[in-house]
């Protein structure tokens, strides 16, 4: 096999390489960010992909698909990994005592997920506030809870939900406040009306019950909003 020099940037076409050559562009850097597990796991999704593949009418032997049931298993399993995140472990040591009770917020937080009626991805930003009442979280786990629940077959209200209840459980604030905003492969690709519309969520608990607290934070996080 000839080596393969690929400079940073350069487009290469791989119309002439041989199916391990191809196979070897192809997997450069598959270990990250998937997880490290063997070639050989998860026989079950692979064995499914392949049905899919052969079901949809394609030639799961042929060199392009070769490898394809392997990298949807570990992509798949990537994608859905917050099931078996754990979030005493994520906020493991990042709960701190402090005084303050102004609101904390944490805007454009990216998400990724998938919308549990197609299997097709939702994606887009979250805006996070909270009033602490005595403690805080480090800021960096706000995005690391949205992952535990964006990284799953979801629904954007629950998805919504379930960050802000956590963060009412753990925290124990005066209140949490959270706007979702996404598109939906299922709707754009499918060609369903309003292909470019954003889907928006929210969840205010506790004092962003008010109306003063939430036209707040919505003021704080507006120009942010499509
Ligand atoms: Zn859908």
């Not at 070769?66 to 990994?81: E, F, G």
């Not at 917050?82 to 917020?105: S, W």
């Not at 299997?119 to 992952?147: C, D, N, Q, T």
Request: glycine share 6%.
């Amino acid at each position: 096999m000839t080596p393969i020099t690929t400079l940073p940037g350069q487009l290469e076409s791989t119309d002439q390489l041989s199916h391990e050559e191809r196979e070897l562009i192809e997997h450069e850097g598959d270990s990250a960010p998937y997880s490290k597990e063997g070639s050989e796991s998860d026989p079950m999704l692979r064995a499914l992909t392949r049905s899919l593949l052969t079901e949809l009418g394609e030639d799961p032997d042929r060199c392009g698909l070769v490898r394809t049931p392997h990298r949807v298993a570990k992509a798949m399993r990537y994608l859905t990994s917050g099931y078996t995140m754990d979030i005493e472990k994520v906020l493991n040591g990042a709960i701190f005592k402090e005084a303050t009770e102004e609101m904390v917020i944490v805007k454009d937080i990216d998400f990724y997920s998938l919308c549990e009626h197609h299997m097709l991805p939702f994606f887009g930003k979250a805006h996070i506030a909270y009033i602490p009442k005595g403690r805080i979280v480090g800021l960096s786990k706000i995005p690391r809870i949205v992952e535990v629940f964006s990284r799953r077959l979801q629904v954007q209200e629950r998805m919504t939900h379930q960050i802000a209840e956590t963060l009412m459980e753990y925290l124990q604030p005066h209140g949490v406040a959270i706007v979702t905003e996404a598109r939906h492969m299922c709707m754009m690709m499918r060609g369903v009306e309003k292909q470019n519309s954003v889907a928006t969520s929210s969840a205010m608990l506790g004092a962003f019950k008010e109306p003063q607290t939430r036209s707040e934070f919505l003021a704080l996080i507006a120009g942010k909003l499509s």
